[in-house]
Structure formats: structure tokens, C-alpha cells
Nanobody, 125 residues
Framework: QVQLVESGGGSVQAGGFLTLSCVVS????????MEWFRQAPGKEREIVAA????????YYADFVKGRFTISKDNVKNTVYLQMGNLKPEDTAVYYC??????????????????WGQGTLVNVSS
């Protein structure tokens, strides 16, 4: 069983920076993509960014392109999300998860694992 533990959230002012971390533990050999999702109050969970297991390709939602960077450290089994120029509309709980490459990784319903507790990002104007 794989466990995902997110951390790094906090409260920042608009224009600020945060780096989120997601530590993956357990048997995760079937990982093809690592992903970050977010869920704002009253809204559905949505894809933010994804990275292929070998780091050869990345995906970013249009609303974060140029502001966020996803990366991974296979030695530490950790995925990062560097967030810059944060906006109030980035306020949400951020979650990581995995995809096995056999389904659309952009859909939260195709995530492989139980969702962790997430990490809250609160951006004030």
C-alpha cells in the first residue's frame, strides 16, 4: 500500500512563494506519473501539474503555467511543487497522487491511491 504525505502549505500574500512536498512511501513501482491536484472550497478537485516517472515530461494546467514548477527526487521519493507569483485564486488544499499511465492522469478519478490529508495554501490579496 502506498502512502502520500503532503506538506509545505501555509498562508502567504499575493505574489508570494511556497514549495510543497509530497513524500511517497510503500510499493510504488507502478507509478507512471506523479501529480499535484488542488481543491478550492466549493469546487471540484482539479489537476495542477504532473511529471512523468523519469522526469522526461511535465504537464501544467493553463492557470499555473509560468508560475509553478513540478519536480521530483527519486532518491528521496519526494515530489515538489514550487509555486511562485501566487494569486488569491490559488487558495486551495493541494494533494499529490499517482497515475499508472493507462488512464488520463489529468482526472482525479484515475488517481491510484487514497487521498492524503493534503496541505492548505491560503493566498491573501
Amino acid at each position: 500500500q502506498v502512502q502520500l504525505v503532503e506538506s509545505g502549505g501555509g498562508s502567504v500574500q499575493a505574489g508570494g512563494f511556497l514549495t510543497l512536498s509530497c513524500v511517497v512511501s510503500g510499493r510504488a513501482a507502478n507509478t507512471y506519473f506523479m501529480e499535484w491536484f488542488r481543491q478550492a472550497p466549493g469546487k471540484e478537485r482539479e489537476i495542477v501539474a504532473a511529471i512523468r516517472w523519469d522526469g522526461s515530461s511535465t504537464y501544467y494546467a493553463d492557470f499555473v503555467k509560468g508560475r509553478f514548477t513540478i519536480s521530483k527526487d527519486n532518491v528521496k521519493n519526494t515530489v515538489y511543487l514550487q509555486m511562485g507569483n501566487l494569486k488569491p485564486e490559488d487558495t486551495a488544499v493541494y494533494y499529490c497522487n499517482r497515475n499508472d499511465g493507462y488512464s488520463d492522469y489529468r482526472l482525479p478519478g484515475n488517481a491510484l491511491d487514497a487521498w492524503g490529508q493534503g496541505t492548505l495554501v491560503n493566498v491573501s490579496s
